[in-house]
């Protein structure tokens, strides 16, 4: 059998997303071919080379900006092949009743398991309701209908699974220019308001053992040399005796004496001193941190357990004594959130410009199954029949448009054009932080965008309050 697998992005978006390595699809490939003889998988990144191949089954991946994209795209082989079509990914298992025809099948949560029993009764002929009422953790349309079936139950011990397939990854930009992406766990003890990870994967954290990643690590470096190898969890750093472990390794066997460099995610409450000394141990180049704000208000509307504005700075303090990089994210118009609090993120950025090695600041995404989902959901802003303000729209799309018109905001504290402004600082916090400039140029090219806010904006007198503040700091010379 012949198996498509590929990762709906609209082609607008595909370069911002770079989601050339989707570890969800190269774990299922190794877990299929483990376990079924008679299948070919190929990886298509691009509507063409999934057309291409003519392809019996397409399993198509979609977080929900992506899910119209999705439904295109099964479309057009459904059509063209009459092929097989499976959803998975984060959007289908937060709303299995939102499930298209034009897929015959949704998978939810965890996908190795259920895939191989999809992949089995398709080759057996066996895909009718009575069939598919047997396979787990799957959704189905039955006519008008949308059929649920029970739970999948979780692989235990992650262990137990083969290293994704990263074959498929070859053609890929990143990979050819020498960096590698892991992910050495599932699931996460939290249960932030904006977050969809617990929804897809629950409140336990799974991990890979220290001697997995030893081993997964080892036969990457031997088969790609690469120059950096990045963790894409959502919490990589949460087991240090695991991190310690792997350090250890990385040390001992000489791989951190060469130009190797590791790319890592964390919290702010998982940094202390000796997560730092690790960290610097294995040359880490980047850790990235969901700061989200300044605010202790703003984070307990977020629900960003076990972290306040001082753990923020501490940990960015940490970080910076011992010059790790940090790539930091702020969300923008959470609710209750004021132009005060959100330029205390503004103010924490200019800062800290020098420690930082990305900065970004999103406007608050309201993902299905969450907290702010169900919020948005009881004030009216979005209902599950019309999605059109949270799925992107393959024939009708204007890229950033589309955030800055039509995107549900949840705050009632900030304006949509304030909302929008500290969109624009954000995205040039970005631009200053990557580019080569002095940090004078900086923080003058700063200065300038705000004026030019102002003007082209109008915005209202708090606003004009607050970059005259932003001014004064950015004016102030600094200790470096
Ligand atoms: C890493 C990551 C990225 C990387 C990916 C690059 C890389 N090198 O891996 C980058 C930075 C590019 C990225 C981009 C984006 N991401 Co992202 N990302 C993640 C993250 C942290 C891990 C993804 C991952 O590898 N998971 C591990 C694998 C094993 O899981 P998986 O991909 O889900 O696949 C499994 C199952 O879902 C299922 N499955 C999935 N697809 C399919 C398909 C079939 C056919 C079948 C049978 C099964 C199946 O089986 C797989 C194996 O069990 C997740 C959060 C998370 N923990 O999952 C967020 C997450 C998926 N991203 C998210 C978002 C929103 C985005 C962006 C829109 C950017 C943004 N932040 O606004 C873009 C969109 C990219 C896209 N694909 O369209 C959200 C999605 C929420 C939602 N409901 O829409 C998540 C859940 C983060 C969050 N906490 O809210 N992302
Ligand atoms: S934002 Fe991070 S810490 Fe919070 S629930 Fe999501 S993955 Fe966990």
Redo the contacts with the bound molecule.
């Keep these: 059998m012949r198996v498509g ?1 590929i ?3 609209i082609p607008e978006f595909i370069d911002i ?9 190269g ?2 490939s190794t877990y299929v071919k483990a376990h079924i003889s008679d299948v070919e998988i190929y990886l298509a990144r691009n509507e063409k080379e999934l057309l291409d191949g003519r392809p019996e089954l397409v ?8 899910f119209g994209e999705a439904a295109r795209l099964a479309r057009r082989a459904k059509d063209e092949f009459g092929s097989f079509t ?6 289908i ?2 709303l299995p009743e939102s499930l298209l025809d034009s897929f015959d099948v949704g ?1 939810l ?4 398991m ?2 191989v029993e999809l992949i089995r009764a398709l080759q057996n002929n066996a895909t009718a309701v009575a069939d598919l009422r047997k396979i787990n953790g799957i959704t189905f349309r039955n006519g008008e209908a949308v059929e649920i079936t029970a739970r999948r139950e979780l692989i235990h011990p992650l262990d137990s699974l083969p290293f994704p397939d990263r074959t498929l990854f070859e053609a890929s930009s ?1 990979l050819k220019e020498g960096n590698v ?1 892991f ?1 050495s766990s ?1 699931g996460c003890p939290y249960d932030c308001a904006f ?3 617990v929804i ?2 629950g409140r336990t954290i799974r991990n890979f053992s220290g001697d997995y990643l030893i081993r997964e690590i080892s036969e990457v470096v031997e088969k790609y040399h690469p120059k950096r190898v ?1 963790f ?3 919490l990589f750093l949460n087991d240090k005796e695991r991190f310690r472990k792997v350090c250890e390794f990385i040390v001992s066997s000489g791989l951190s004496d060469g130009h190797l460099t590791f790319h890592l995610t964390g919290r702010a409450n998982n940094i202390d001193e000796e997560m730092c000394k690790l960290m610097k141990s294995i040359n880490t180049t980047q850790l990235f941190i969901g700061l989200e704000s300044m605010s202790d208000k703003v984070l307990k509307s977020l629900r960003k357990r076990g972290v306040s504005a001082e753990i923020n700075r501490r940990a960015v303090e940490l970080l910076s004594k011992y010059s790790i990089p940090i790539n930091a994210s702020f969300i923008i118009g959470t609710p209750g959130e004021t132009v005060d609090d959100a330029y205390l993120n503004c103010q924490f950025v200019l800062e800290n410009l020098e420690n930082f090695s990305y900065v970004d600041g ?1 406007i608050l ?1 309201i ?2 199954g969450t907290k702010f989902w169900q919020d948005a959901i009881g004030k009216g802003i979005i209902t599950e029949s019309d999605m059109s303000g949270i799925v992107l729209d393959p024939e009708d799309i204007d890229g950033w448009k589309f955030m800055k018109s039509k995107y549900p905001l949840l705050t009632d504290t900030m304006t949509r054009g304030e909302v929008m402004i500290f969109q624009l600082l954000f995205s040039t916090f970005t631009k200053l932080v990557t580019s080569k400039h002095e940090l004078s140029a900086k923080k003058r090219a700063i200065e300038k965008l705000m004026s030019k806010s102002i003007d082209q904006l109008g915005i209202r007198d708090t606003w004009r309050q607050l970059v005259e503040k932003v001014k004064k700091k950015i004016q102030k010379p600094t200790s470096s």
């Design positions: 697998l990762q709906a992005i997303w770079q989601g050339d390595q989707p570890l969800g699809l774990y299922l399993g198509v991946s979609a977080v929900t900006y992506n499976v959803l998975g990914g984060t959007h298992t937060a998978v949560g965890e996908g190795e259920t895939f990143g992406s992910i599932r977050c969809s990870s897809h994967w990045e894409v969890d959502d999103g995404r993902f299905p």
